[in-house]
């Protein structure tokens, strides 16, 4: 049995980030458009958006492995025109991950949105202000528990995802070994008491960041009941 190895840690963690960053900036519009439009195709975006909480994560994993691998045309065209492999190696994480967790993001940002007052939002259009302008100045900081869930969610989902990292990075050292990985790799070869050890400590680290996220929403709708 060897020492504890951090280096999966900090991997994942890298990982979580970069993934975040990316998909809020993504998110952000989407998440706003789905929360004020009335176009039949709602449902539709809606729907394919929140694929990934459903599909089996083996069956997303392939369809991105496929997608992003030399064999298909989005894989060599990047290969051939920049030389650049999106599958085993890093960048190859942040696309899978960013397509799995991308619901974990839009989804609380939309009802965060949706439970706006329209008056507020109305009121901000009448003193003249863009939509661009509403939602950074008006809507955003309205909804703070809203967005402090859609990252610390997104975050804590991609610390841990297994399924779609494993297929689409497999298990590089310093590249694509992640956490969940490398307990997966420990529990291959038997080694229960270092699978323990890093199981606790992702057990430890995701509760104390729900937590966190419970008690800052928790004190936050107590000081606007007040006020």
Not at 66 to 85: D, M, R, W
Not at 200 to 224: D, T
Request: net charge positive.
């Amino acid at each position: 049995m060897g020492g504890l190895d951090l280096e999966p840690f900090i991997l994942s963690f890298k990982l979580a980030a970069v993934v975040t960053l990316i998909l809020f900036l993504i998110a952000l519009p989407v998440s706003w458009w789905l929360s004020q439009t009335k176009c039949r195709c709602k449902p539709f975006i809606e729907a394919i958006v929140s694929l990934p909480i459903v599909l089996p994560p083996s069956v997303i994993g392939f369809y991105i492995l496929y997608t992003l691998s030399y064999n298909s045309p989005v894989g060599a065209f990047f290969e051939q025109t920049f030389g650049v492999k999106l599958v085993f190696n890093f960048t190859g994480l942040v696309i899978g991950s960013c397509f799995y967790s991308f619901p974990f993001m839009v989804q609380p940002l939309q009802s965060g949105f949706e439970s706006l007052s329209k008056n507020m939002l109305e009121a901000s259009y009448i003193a003249g202000k863009s939509k661009l302008q509403t939602l950074l100045k008006v809507a955003l900081p309205n909804i703070k528990p809203a967005l402090l869930t859609a990252v610390i969610v997104t975050f804590a989902h991609t610390v841990g995802e297994f399924g779609v990292v494993l297929m689409v990075g497999g298990s590089i050292p310093g590249e694509t070994k992640v956490a969940s990985v490398a307990i997966y790799e420990m529990v291959e070869i038997m080694d229960y008491s270092m699978a323990h050890i890093y199981s606790a400590i992702m057990l430890v680290l995701s509760f104390s960041v729900l937590l966190g996220v419970y008690i800052f929403n928790q004190r936050y709708n107590k000081r606007i009941g007040v006020m």
